[in-house]
């Protein structure tokens, strides 16, 4: 159940999409180029669709950034989940959400399964930029792209769906789909 008062309890997310989104930073991760050191990740509740964002602080204003961004394409979400980080606890960030109409819900400090789908996608995230990255780990920004369109275009145990096809209604297209569909089509002719 939600409480007022920015105090998160677990209960059964709704069933809309884009109503909901988790967010949070992890990092520090090794120095690139760009000066990026962190990811702002954005969980929508009702699809697992997973944004992905290289910043280069852990602040206010780089979320609030990324949420803007957000904003332009999907509208805001009636209400963002988070930890009591100082970028989600500063003024700036409160004043956002009110002058928005968001309804901002932090979770209790010390219990971070209260915002367990962003903790489940961040235990994944670092070994597999890690992964990627094995020439040059100050490269790993470089393959946030591909980590997000593979997260999405995968299948999730709790919904049976990939948070793609549940956010657009249609399976994502990409190079290795289309080269086993070709595979899988010459094989039944």
Known sequence: MWEEGRIFKPHPEG??????YHVDFI??????????????TVIDAFTKFTWLYPVKTVSTRDGLDKLKLQQKTFENPLRIISDRGSAFTSKA?????????????????????????????????????TKFSLEDATKWYRYVDKLQ??????????????????????????????KIISLLEEETN
Request: aromatic share 6%; net charge positive.
């Open 93 to 129: 960030f409160n004043d956002y959400c009110t002058e928005e109409g968001i309804q901002h819900l932090q979770i209790a400090t010390g219990v971070p399964r209260g915002n367990g789908q962003i903790e489940r996608i961040h235990l994944t995230l670092i070994p597999v930029l």
């Open 149 to 178: 369109r593979i997260l999405n275009s995968t299948m999730n145990r709790s919904t049976k769906w990939t948070p793609f096809e549940l956010l657009t209604g249609v399976k994502m297209k990409n190079k290795e789909d289309i």
């Open 27 to 40: 990092g520090p991760l090794p120095s690139t180029n760009k000066i990026y050191q962190h990811i702002f």
């Open 15 to 20: 069933g809309v999409p884009l109503s909901t």
